[in-house]
């Protein structure tokens, strides 16, 4: 498997792409960051939901991507917000607000990945990783 520099990314990219071809699902390869990202992804219900399969050498991670009653798009865009190039943070005061509410921003705290009104609520800051709308 390829090397890549930037993993969340590819994830982003991964997702982005198989729900604009309209694939059913898409997999990819596992790592810790990438379950917490899918978690919060399907917990706020913008992926339907998502496995993790064991094999070797490498575990992947099989996602089942979410669509309207009418093959619509649940996930307009999806953006990488902090890069490996150029990190952006934000502390609990100036957590962003994605589309005024209507979507999210996955934030990298002390306490773990959560969304940003989680982060707000609970008075973290941390990496901005990306936003979701």
Request: charged share 20%; net charge neutral.
């Given at each position: 498997m390829a090397y890549t520099t930037d993993p969340i990314a590819d994830l982003l990219t991964r997702i982005r792409n198989a729900e604009r071809a309209?694939?059913?699902?898409?997999?990819?390869?596992?790592?810790?960051?990438?379950?917490?990202?899918?978690k919060v992804l399907a917990r706020e219900g913008f992926i339907q939901g998502f496995?993790?399969?064991?094999?070797?050498?490498?575990n992947y991670v099989h996602i089942d991507l979410k669509y309207g009653p009418r093959r619509e798009h649940v996930i307009t865009n999806l953006k990488r917000i902090s890069k490996p190039g150029m990190r952006v943070y934000c502390s609990h005061q100036?957590?962003?607000?994605v589309l005024r509410g209507l979507g999210i921003a996955i934030i990298s705290t002390s306490r773990g990945i959560m969304t940003d009104r989680e982060a707000r609520k609970a008075g973290l800051g941390g990496e901005v990783l990306c936003h979701v709308w």
């Open positions: 309209g694939h059913p699902s898409v997999e990819l390869a596992s790592s810790q960051l990438k379950v917490e990202i899918l496995g993790v399969v064991e094999k070797q050498p490498q100036t957590t962003p607000r």
